[in-house]
Structures are given as structure tokens and as C-alpha cells.
């Protein structure tokens, strides 16, 4: 890394500082917007000029999210949905992306382009079709009615994102593991898995995103409030006549929040999970 | 000279000399032990996939009538096809979709690289900007969509206080269509540019520092640097990001569905929306089906196109 | 290396194999599918006629919790019944994505949800595509006849009546009583009279909006039309759903009328983008002089929790009509109706459901209790629900106008009106050249095959 001494007043007014200042307004900007929101009052939504700073700051929005709709259901659906399918693709897809980074198999590079000419695939047309499976099998109104596309999904990208890191990891790696005479599924669950982590976790990451903000599927096929996920859940809120913004945003910042703080937790390792390739000195 | 390898650039494993037995005999299990590690994942995602895929290309194909006794289907006719084609918004549709796909991909990329190569200098607090980049990407689309369309609104909305403020007037941005669609790409943009930044930063991390020391000792500038220096070696992770990114934008649904209805007019109809409209408002299920496998077609075409990139993707151990 | 090259291919083939078994596999399922998903849609449910448990699919209509109002009609009708359970499925509260589920839902055979709330719109598409049960072949002549003029036309399609109404709405004028007062202004009964109203209070009390209404392009805009354009006299197609009929003077001039209140100055240019919340938002935070909504208006505008209004300022009234014709102008029908699932097993139980929902018990817990308006005529009409509300005082007076519903291609009709007039009020058309477009896609959605297609 670059490290540049900085002297006198280039120490605070400099053009890193001021991008980040910039950087820290364009995504800071909407989102001080959201949750001010969420604290004003619904008569206060309409008003113009609006107010930049709620008047009277309340509360009402965040209870109401928890109490008059069933927030507290939808966060629980989210979570059981999203934790198993995210257990399930990370699973098979380390799996697959150390076959597909590591072993030599033939015709590797048309199964990577299919499974991603499979991501491609317009969802909604993929929506009746999957629906008519799923109530042939009785499962519609489940947490597997869910899980199970969610994780197909999300396996292409995931797959590939394994796949690139491990191709980084020193290929002396199997080596050391036949020198010790391990075979080779121990090798790959006590010699690559832990090097992999970095990479597991930003494939982690990134699925578990995805799967916690999933609205088309989650509405089609998870129609009884018992199973409803937070996105159908929170458009959801209101009535036939009225669309309570407020409560909306709401129940979005609560939302996010698990997202943050796994972000936060784990931002080392979302940046070395996509770093892969090895320095050769 | 340091030689630096990059995501794609890796040759794969080979067999090493094996303590006994002969080079191919390894190779077969090895690759016998990788089929059956990709297996699981491979069956489960075609096991769902498939089905429907099949079914749905099956669908554009036939006269469609959703009934209460399921889908009748008659015939084989390239009708919906025809009707596809000949019909004005679909044209419309395909164009919207590529021009936004490629404006919304190139801004998300600068901007994306500008945020990266600044979170890379930053010292102090780069784990909390990275967690406060990201909380926009993990926002739910259609909550999304919700607050922009807050801020957009024409007349208690926050942006056009702002342009009434400072004297530009009174926009009504979401009902005028260039307004609309621009308003719409800095939604998305503002979502989505944290996915590039994460994935450039990623590849600038662990560019060695040797090549910069070397590149100032010739006494390149900063900016010769980067275009010679660093975007080469960066050229994967970019790939990467932008094969996904242009994955994703052609399936562009939530925004437009809930910013703008696909209006004003038919202004930010994607071909999503239109596929999604066709399906469920008018029952045409043909129509629609239709509509999402042209448009599964024409993004595998502009893949297959762009084959080189992904060549360099997927390395040369294949050959 | 001899066999190298045989044997590597063996490990393919069978994964070949595997790959034709499971797509076989996969295809098995998709035919069996669609064969086992009809039938089970006739006569008289399993069981006993008179006991047993149904689903009801209902968008949150008012309320929440103990006094939500789906669940006061379930309790209710469960003490009326106790041998019927009525199981509560929330649907959506956006009627587009409430139909796309249901489509889905019972195209693909499911028999739940047995009793449905769907939108007056909804009869002829459904009729069409057999996803509701004709009530006509199992319910009497007489009780259709109790529900006021009009709803049940607007649920017949083909001479079968697919929905029974639940509760009904319409187009209501509000205005700021106080404001009128305060300058001595009666309420408009004409729009030329609204708009030059609007213009004088816009003036002199400077607020900032004359008039908010729906202007955005989508279903609610046909709405509004529908209520400019019977006012003159228009019409959107023929009797019989063969010809459209939207280049007419009278829709040119209903069109050049809304969008002059854009130009006058009287309606924000937004109202290009504004659904109901907007409108309601503006006049609710003491923006606008008068507001064109439906009937829970008058309740959101005069709530502390969601407007800046009280009782004192908040007046309603039927909608004005055109200089020239006989007031009052007509309103819009909204409202929404009860459907069966044809796949229903209970399909007794579902009538003895949908029969309690239009007796005066049920009508009455909708007027009084949450001020929505019953279908039931006798109800309408009678004076305890007429004193319990300002709006339901309101509606014998009103002249109601449905919308063009009586073909199953309605979705795309009312795009080709929503769009066109959307593009009118934008001014990026003349009110002539929009309804000249707007003529041509509805001629072809009544005519296409598909639903209306693209």
C-alpha cells in the first residue's frame, strides 16, 4: 500500500479524506432519509416543505410494525428460510467449487457457463411452472417451499465465487495432505476448508442477501402468514385504501439491521473472501 | 520480477507426481472424486431448474389458456413469438433493458472503482465504511423502490423541495419519462454500486505494494499508474463483477414495478415487467413465456458473444 | 495409453444417463400435474353440508387485531354457525398482486382458498378463464335481486353471475368546509365551477393546490376517466363489448377538461404520478382544496394520527358534473366481491358464508362499524346507517357508472385508457391524438385471443 506522509493541513483536507466525505454523503443521504422517516408521525409524511428532521420524533411506527402486523412472524420466517438455505448452498457449493477449481474434470468450463446460463433465466416466467411442482409435491405454504428454490438459485453464483478462491489457494496444498497419506476428502475438509473460510464467508455473505430479500417467490409460494417472509410481509402492511410509508420504512430499518451488524462482523472477511491468487515473489 | 497471479489467472491442480501408479490413473480418480463432489449441487440446482425452464420454453410455444383446470395448452404455433415482435412495447422493452443494462453497468463500474480505490488508502475506519456500503445492498428491492419513490414524489418529496430551494423549479420527476428513467438508474445505481466496490476493493487488496514502489522509482504519476498498472491487473475481478451485474440488470423487476408501474406510458417497462404483465394482468401466459425465454436467449447470445471474457474468467486449464 | 480414453467416457455417459433420468423424472411429475389439477369442482361438498372448516382469502380491509374486520364477520359468523370454521388467509393489499396469486393458486388446482374477496373488475376475466364458480347455478334469482342497482350487472359475465358484493365504493368529492366558508363559496356542482372555486381560494388563502385527484397511469386513472367522460355523455365501448367508442367528442372533451386543470394551475403537474396515497397525503396535510377519493377519506382525513384536519374542516359531497348536465355527476364503482374457488370441496359451506355476508347482520358490523359501503340495497337506504357517517349519508344520493369489466380482455382495455389519458395529462399529447391511440388499443384488446397479449 501506498503510504504517503502527509504534512500540515494535507493531513485532514486531502483527496482521500474528502472522497470518503463524498463517498459517506452518497450512500449516508437516502439512507438518513429511511430511518427519519420511519420516525415521523403518517400525518407528518405529507408535508411540504418536508421535514428533515422528524417533529415530533415517535416511535409509533416501530411498535405498530411489531404489534398491529406480525413483524415479529416474518423476522422468524426470514431467518429459519435464510439461515438453512444459506447452510445449504455454502455446503454444496464449496463442494462443487473446489471440483470445479481444483480437480481436473472434463468439461468444466461448459458446466460453469450452464449453471450460469441458468441464473439468467427470467424468474417470473419460472414462477407458475415452480408453483405447479411444489403443489403436486404439497409443499406449497412451507419453509422447504422456499428453501429449496432459494437454494438452487443461489448455488451458480456462489459456486463460482468458491471456485475463483479456491483456485487461489497454493496447489501444494494437496500435496502436503498425500505426503501425510490423508485421503483426499480429508484433505479437502482439514487442509483447503480452513484456507477456503475467507472465501465461504463472502459467498455467505452474498446468499444470505439474496435469499433475505427475495420478494417474487416468497410471495407466490409462502401465501399464509405463518410462513411469510419479511419483503411480502412489510408490502404487505396496511389496508386495501392505505399504504402506511412510515411503518414500511420502519419495519425495513429493523430489517437491515442483522444484515449490518453480519456485515460488520465479518468485513474482513467479505474483502479476502474475493481475494484469491497467491503472490509469487 | 514478481510474478502476480490474479483470480483468473491460476492454472488449476494438476495431479503431482504421484508416489506411485501412473499419472492418468490419478487423474481419472481425482476427477471421478470432483464429478461426485459436484454432483449434489449440480442435481439439486438442475432438479429445480430444469422442470420449470423446460416447461416455461414449452409454454411460449403453444396457445396458453389458464383455466381452474390448469394450464390448457393447444397446439404448437410460433404465434406468441409473432405477436412478440410485431408488437411496439416489446421493441421498446428489449431496448430499454439493453440501454439501461449498459449505462446503469458502467456507472455502477467508475463509481464503483472510484469508492474502492478510496476505501483502499483509507487507514482508520474501513470496516465501518465497508458495513455502511453495504447496508444499501442488502436493502429489500421493493423497500428500495419505496424510498426513492418517497423521494421523488412531486409534491411532498425530498428532492423536489431541494430543487425548489435553489430556484430550479418544480420537476415531476416519476410522471415525465427521461426524468423517470434517469431517476430510476440512480436507485438502482445508489443500491447496487456497494456489490462492485466490495469486489474491485477485493482485487486492489491484494495487488502486491512492490508494483507501486516500482511504478513511482520510474516515476510514472498517479494516474498512469492506475490505467497501466493497476486496471490490467484488475481486469478479472472486473470481469467478474460485470458479467454478474449485466446478469442481473437484464432481469430488472422490483424497481420499476413498484417506483413507476412501468410508467410514465410504457417509459420504464422492462422486459421483466412486460413478461410479468403479460402473464398475470392479461392471463396471457403464452405471451409472457414467451417473453422470458426471447429474453433468456438474447442474454445467452450476448454471453456466448462475449466468450473471450469468459475465457479469461475461467483460465486457460482447460486447454 | 490404451484404454484411457474409452474409459474416461464411461463416467459421462452415466452422468448422461442420470441427466435424461431426472429431466424423465421431472416431466413425469409436469404431466401428472396437469392432468390431476381438474376435476374435484362440482356438486356438493365432502362431507356434511352443514359442518367443517373453509379458507377465506380477504386483503385487510380496516382495523387490526381484535378489531380487524375480517376477523368481527369470522367471529360473527361463526356464532351464527358454530359448526363452520372459517379459517382467515391475509391476501395481499395491492389487487394486481392479489390477482396474479390467486391465478396462480387456482389455475394450479389448489382448493384453498375456498371463498375469495376479489375485485368488482375481476368477473368477467375469471369467468372467462373458469378460476370462480358461477354463483348464478346455485343461488337464486332473489337474492341477487337485494343488492343495490348495478353491482350485480358488473359481476355477470355471459348471462352467470360470478361474484357476490361484499361491500362497495365510489368516487366522493371532499373539500375543505372551512375554506368555502371562509370565502362564502357553496359546494361546486359543476367542474367549471370547481376549477374557478379551486383558482379563487388558491389565491387568496394561499395554499398551495386547488384540486388533487388520481392521475397516475394505472387502474385508478380509468376510474377517474370513467367519471369525466360519463359526465359528457361518453361511453367507452358498445353495449356488447365489440366496438370501441373512445374517439367520441364527448371523451375529447372530458379529456381536455382534466387536462386544463393541470394547465390552469388548479392541479399539481404531479398528478401525473399521484395514486391514492399521494392525493390523500397532499389533502390530508392541508394542501389542497378538494380531493377526489374513495369513501375512506373522509375517515383518514379527519383522524389526528393521519392528517393534519379536524371534523370542522373536512366536508363531502357527490362529484360535479359538466355545465349542462344534471347533477349529480357520476362516480366510479369500486368495491369489492365475493368469489368460490371452483376447485372448493365445501362448496355448501362456502354459500352459507357468502349468503351470511349479505344479510343485514354482516352489512351492518361493514356500515357502522367501519364505514365501508354495503351492497345490501335495504341497508343503504336504511336511516341508522345513513345518520352513523357523513359518506354513507351521501351515497342515495349518488349516480354510479361502473367501468368497462364485461370483458374478459378488461386488463388490457384499461391499459390502452390509462396510458393514452396518462400521456394526455402529461401534455406530451393533444387530448384528440391520445384518444385517437387510446381507440386503436382498445378496438384490438377487444378483439384479441390472448387476453389482450403484450
Same mark, same amino acid.
Given at each position: 500500500m501506498r503510504n504517503r506522509k502527509r504534512t500540515g493541513w494535507h493531513r485532514v483536507i486531502n483527496g482521500v479524506n474528502i472522497s470518503t466525505f463524498l463517498v459517506v454523503l452518497f450512500i449516508g443521504l437516502p439512507l438518513y432519509w429511511l430511518i427519519a422517516s420511519s420516525f415521523k408521525t403518517p400525518a407528518n409524511i405529507g408535508v411540504d416543505p418536508p421535514q428533515y428532521f422528524p417533529d415530533p420524533l415517535s416511535i409509533a411506527n416501530y411498535k405498530s410494525a411489531f404489534v398491529q402486523y406480525d413483524f415479529g412472524v416474518y423476522f422468524r420466517n426470514s431467518l429459519i428460510i435464510t439461515l438453512i438455505s444459506t447452510?445449504?448452498?455454502?455446503?454444496?457449493?464449496?463442494?462443487?467449487?473446489?471440483?470445479?477449481?481444483?480437480?481436473?474434470?472434463?468439461?468444466?468450463?461448459?458446466?460453469?457457463?450452464?449453471?450460469?446460463?441458468?441464473?439468467?433465466?427470467?424468474?417470473?416466467?419460472?414462477?407458475?411452472?415452480?408453483?405447479?411442482?411444489?403443489?403436486?409435491?404439497?409443499?406449497?405454504?412451507s419453509y422447504q417451499a422456499l428453501i429449496i428454490p432459494y437454494t438452487a438459485f443461489n448455488l451458480p453464483f456462489a459456486i463460482w465465487i468458491l471456485r475463483n478462491y479456491m483456485l487461489g489457494i497454493p496447489k501444494e496444498m494437496e500435496e502436503t495432505g498425500r505426503i501425510d497419506g490423508a485421503s483426499p476428502l480429508r484433505t479437502v475438509w482439514s487442509i483447503i476448508l480452513p484456507q477456503a473460510l475467507p472465501g465461504i464467508f463472502t459467498a455467505g455473505i452474498f446468499c444470505f442477501t439474496?435469499?433475505?430479500?427475495?420478494?417474487?417467490?416468497?410471495?407466490?409460494?409462502?401465501?399464509?402468514?405463518?410462513?411469510?417472509?419479511?419483503?411480502?410481509?412489510?408490502?404487505?402492511?396496511?389496508?386495501?385504501?392505505?399504504?402506511?410509508?412510515?411503518?414500511?420504512?420502519?419495519?425495513?430499518?429493523?430489517?437491515?439491521?442483522?444484515?449490518?451488524?453480519?456485515?460488520?462482523?465479518?468485513?474482513?472477511?467479505?474483502?479476502?473472501?474475493?481475494?484469491?491468487?497467491?503472490?509469487?515473489? | 520480477m514478481t510474478t502476480i497471479s490474479s483470480a483468473a489467472g491460476q492454472p488449476a491442480v494438476t495431479a503431482a507426481a504421484p508416489p506411485a501408479g501412473r499419472p492418468d490413473v490419478n487423474r481419472r480418480k481425482l476427477a471421478r472424486m470432483g464429478w461426485i463432489f459436484a454432483a449434489p449441487a449440480l442435481i439439486f440446482v438442475a432438479g429445480v431448474t430444469i422442470f420449470p425452464i423446460l416447461y416455461s420454453v414449452v409454454m411460449s410455444l403453444r396457445n396458453v389458456n389458464a383455466t381452474g383446470n390448469g394450464f390448457v395448452m393447444t397446439g404448437v404455433t410460433g404465434a406468441n413469438y409473432s405477436a412478440l415482435i410485431h408488437a411496439a412495447v416489446w421493441r421498446y422493452a428489449l431496448g430499454f433493458t439493453i440501454v439501461y443494462t449498459i449505462i446503469t453497468v458502467v456507472v455502477e463500474l467508475v463509481l464503483g472503482t472510484a469508492i474502492a480505490l478510496v476505501l483502499e488508502r483509507l487507514t482508520a475506519g474501513r470496516g465501518w465504511m465497508m458495513a455502511l456500503l453495504l447496508i444499501p445492498w442488502s436493502m429489500i428491492t421493493v423497500i428500495n423502490a419505496e424510498l426513492w419513490g418517497y423521494i421523488y414524489e412531486g409534491t411532498y418529496g425530498a428532492l423536489q423541495a431541494i430543487f425548489q430551494a435553489i430556484g430550479l423549479g418544480h420537476p415531476n420527476i416519476l410522471g415525465t419519462s427521461t426524468p423517470a428513467i434517469i431517476g430510476m438508474m440512480v436507485a438502482d445505481i445508489w443500491k447496487t454500486t456497494p456489490f462492485v466496490a466490495i469486489i474491485v476493493l477485493a482485487g486492489l487488496v491484494m495487488l502486491p505494494g512492490d508494483i507501486y514502489e516500482a511504478a513511482e522509482i520510474d516515476g510514472a504519476s498517479g494516474w498512469y499508474t492506475?490505467?497501466?498498472?493497476?486496471?490490467?491487473?484488475?481486469?478479472?475481478?472486473?470481469?467478474?463483477?460485470?458479467?454478474?451485474?449485466?446478469?442481473?440488470?437484464?432481469?430488472?423487476?422490483?424497481?420499476?414495478?413498484?417506483?413507476?408501474g412501468g410508467g410514465p406510458g410504457t417509459a420504464t417497462t422492462s422486459l421483466a415487467v412486460l413478461g410479468y404483465d403479460a402473464m398475470f394482468k392479461n392471463l396471457d401466459f403464452g405471451g409472457g413465456a414467451a417473453v422470458a425465454t426471447s429474453t433468456a436467449l438474447l442474454v445467452l447470445l450476448g454471453c456466448l458473444l462475449s466468450l473471450r471474457t469468459f475465457r479469461v474468467q475461467v483460465g486457460k486449464e482447460n486447454t | 495409453m490404451r484404454t484411457v480414453t474409452s474409459r474416461r467416457s464411461i463416467w459421462p455417459r452415466s452422468r448422461r444417463g442420470l441427466c435424461i433420468a431426472a429431466v424423465a423424472a421431472t416431466g413425469a411429475i409436469a404431466l401428472a400435474a396437469c392432468g390431476s389439477s381438474g376435476g374435484g369442482s362440482t356438486g356438493s361438498s365432502g362431507g356434511s353440508a352443514t359442518s367443517g372448516t373453509i379458507v377465506w382469502s380477504a386483503s385487510p380491509i380496516a382495523g387490526s387485531g381484535a378489531t380487524d374486520t375480517r376477523t368481527v364477520l369470522i367471529k360473527a359468523f361463526e356464532k351464527a354457525y358454530p359448526k363452520i370454521k372459517v379459517t382467515l388467509v391475509s391476501a395481499s393489499t395491492n389487487t394486481d398482486t392479489n390477482r396474479a396469486t390467486l391465478a396462480t393458486t387456482i389455475s394450479g388446482g389448489s382448493s384453498t382458498p375456498d371463498v375469495f374477496m376479489g375485485d368488482v373488475i375481476w368477473p368477467a376475466q375469471f369467468g372467462a378463464h373458469q378460476l370462480a364458480l358461477p354463483l348464478s347455478k346455485y343461488l337464486p334469482a332473489s337474492y341477487f335481486g337485494k343488492f343495490?342497482?348495478?353491482?350485480?350487472?358488473?359481476?355477470?359475465?355471459?348471462?352467470?353471475?360470478?361474484?357476490?358484493?361484499?361491500?362497495?365504493?365510489?368516487?366522493?368529492?371532499?373539500?375543505?368546509?372551512?375554506?368555502?366558508a371562509k370565502y362564502h363559496l357553496a359546494v361546486p356542482k359543476t367542474w367549471e365551477q370547481l376549477e374557478s372555486e379551486a383558482k379563487q381560494i388558491q389565491s387568496k388563502a394561499g395554499i398551495k393546490y386547488g384540486f388533487v385527484w388520481e392521475g397516475d397511469s394505472y387502474e385508478g386513472l380509468t376510474c377517474d376517466f370513467m367519471e369525466y367522460l360519463t359526465d359528457a355523455g361518453g361511453t367507452v365501448t358498445n353495449s356488447s363489448f365489440t366496438k370501441a367508442t373512445l374517439d367520441s367528442p364527448a371523451a375529447v372533451r372530458a379529456a381536455t377538461f382534466m387536462r386544463s386543470l393541470i394547465t390552469s394551475g388548479v392541479t399539481p403537474n404531479a398528478v401525473t404520478t399521484f395514486q391514492e396515497p399521494q392525493a390523500m397525503n397532499v389533502f390530508a396535510a392541508g394542501q389542497s382544496v378538494f380531493l377526489r377519493n374513495w369513501d375512506y377519506g373522509y375517515s383518514y382525513a379527519t383522524t389526528p394520527a393521519t392528517s393534519k384536519l379536524?371534523?370542522?374542516?373536512?366536508?363531502?359531497?357527490?362529484?360535479? +358534473?359538466?355545465?349542462?348536465?344534471?347533477?349529480?355527476?357520476?362516480?366510479?364503482?369500486?368495491?369489492?366481491?365475493?368469489?368460490?374457488?371452483?376447485?372448493?370441496?365445501?362448496?355448501?359451506?362456502?354459500?352459507?358464508?357468502?349468503?351470511?355476508?349479505?344479510?343485514?347482520?354482516?352489512?351492518?358490523?361493514?356500515?357502522?362499524?367501519?364505514?365501508?359501503?354495503?351492497?345490501?340495497?335495504?341497508?343503504?337506504?336504511?336511516?341508522?346507517?345513513?345518520?352513523?357517517?357523513?359518506?354513507?349519508?351521501?351515497?342515495?344520493?349518488?349516480?354510479?357508472?361502473?367501468?368497462?369489466?364485461?370483458?374478459?380482455?378488461?386488463?388490457?382495455?384499461? +391499459?390502452?385508457?390509462y396510458t393514452n389519458v396518462n400521456a394526455i395529462l402529461a401534455g406530451s399529447v393533444s387530448p384528440s391524438a391520445g384518444l385517437a391511440a387510446a381507440q386503436n388499443q382498445a378496438a384490438s384488446a377487444l378483439t384479441s385471443t390472448s387476453g389482450g397479449g403484450l
Open positions: 447452510a445449504l448452498v455454502l455446503g454444496l457449493g464449496t463442494l462443487a467449487g473446489y471440483a470445479l477449481g481444483r480437480l481436473p474434470m472434463r468439461g468444466k468450463f461448459t458446466l460453469l457457463v450452464a449453471l450460469l446460463m441458468i441464473s439468467v433465466f427470467p424468474e417470473i416466467a419460472l414462477i407458475a411452472p415452480l408453483y405447479l411442482l411444489l403443489h403436486h409435491l404439497g409443499w406449497l405454504n439474496a435469499c433475505w430479500t427475495e420478494f417474487l417467490m416468497a410471495l407466490t409460494f409462502n401465501i399464509s402468514n405463518n410462513y411469510r417472509t419479511i419483503p411480502v410481509g412489510v408490502s404487505q402492511f396496511g389496508t386495501i385504501d392505505v399504504t402506511p410509508y412510515a411503518t414500511i420504512f420502519a419495519a425495513s430499518v429493523v430489517a437491515t439491521v442483522p444484515i449490518g451488524i453480519l456485515v460488520f462482523i465479518f468485513r474482513k472477511f467479505v474483502i479476502s473472501g474475493l481475494t484469491s491468487g497467491a503472490v509469487k515473489g | 492506475f490505467w497501466h498498472v493497476t486496471l490490467p491487473l484488475l481486469r478479472p475481478t472486473l470481469a467478474l463483477a460485470v458479467m454478474f451485474r449485466v446478469l442481473q440488470a437484464f432481469g430488472l423487476f422490483d424497481l420499476p414495478y413498484v417506483l413507476t | 343495490a342497482p348495478g353491482l350485480i350487472q358488473g359481476a355477470t359475465y355471459k348471462g352467470q353471475v360470478y361474484g357476490s358484493p361484499l361491500f362497495e365504493d365510489q368516487g366522493f368529492l371532499y373539500y375543505r368546509k372551512d375554506l368555502l379536524t371534523t370542522s374542516q373536512v366536508g363531502v359531497a357527490p362529484l360535479p +358534473t359538466f355545465q349542462g348536465e344534471s347533477y349529480p355527476g357520476y362516480s366510479n364503482i369500486g368495491g369489492w366481491n365475493l368469489y368460490i374457488n371452483p376447485h372448493s370441496k365445501h362448496i355448501n359451506l362456502d354459500l352459507t358464508f357468502i349468503k351470511w355476508l349479505a344479510s343485514t347482520q354482516a352489512q351492518d358490523i361493514l356500515a357502522e362499524k367501519y364505514s365501508e359501503i354495503p351492497t345490501v340495497e335495504s341497508v343503504r337506504t336504511s336511516s341508522a346507517v345513513i345518520s352513523s357517517n357523513p359518506v354513507l349519508a351521501i351515497v342515495p344520493k349518488t349516480r354510479l357508472v361502473p367501468r368497462p369489466a364485461g370483458t374478459p380482455n378488461y386488463p388490457a382495455l384499461s +391499459t390502452a385508457i
